[in-house]
């Protein structure tokens, strides 16, 4: 699949990892280091602009190892960038360690992955049918 992309950055177009990645890294665009304090949030920008075609989304999500190591991730995860969104991509980290942490210009902060979604039409019902699990939620079917 082919996406529209402007890359005003500082940094290479987002490319895949290996063959089999489903997601491409995000990197900060950034004129000077960022510092996130413990608990703090901030949005860093990748001087990434894209035109997805109809049905399709991008999400943005943690890196795995970021979050891991550092306790950096992002806030609204997956973040989705819906079709007709054409502004530059943003990456809201939020710092969940008790360290500080500094992002620094053309570090892997997310990353991307292109996904196919519908467009649902809600048909409105007096009742839904039943089933096994019923109403239960939030761990109602066990732990084991």
Known sequence: MK??????????TPHY???L?????LRANLEEPV????LQRKLIKTGLFIALPEGY???VRPRSGLAYKKGITVLN?????DADYRGEI?????????????VED????????VAKHETVEWQEVEQLKDTARGAGGFGSTGTK
């Open 57 to 59: 989304e991008a999400q």
């Open 90 to 102: 943003g990456v809201l980290l939020v710092n969940l360690s008790n360290e500080p942490f500094v």
């Open 21 to 25: 990645s489903a997601g491409v890294d």
């Open 3 to 12: 996406i529209e992309i402007i890359n005003k950055s500082k940094h290479a």
């Open 106 to 113: 053309g570090e892997r902060i997310a990353q991307l992955v």
């Open 35 to 38: 510092e996130l304090l413990p």
């Open 17 to 19: 990892a290996t063959t």
């Open 77 to 81: 995860s997956p973040g989705t960038i």
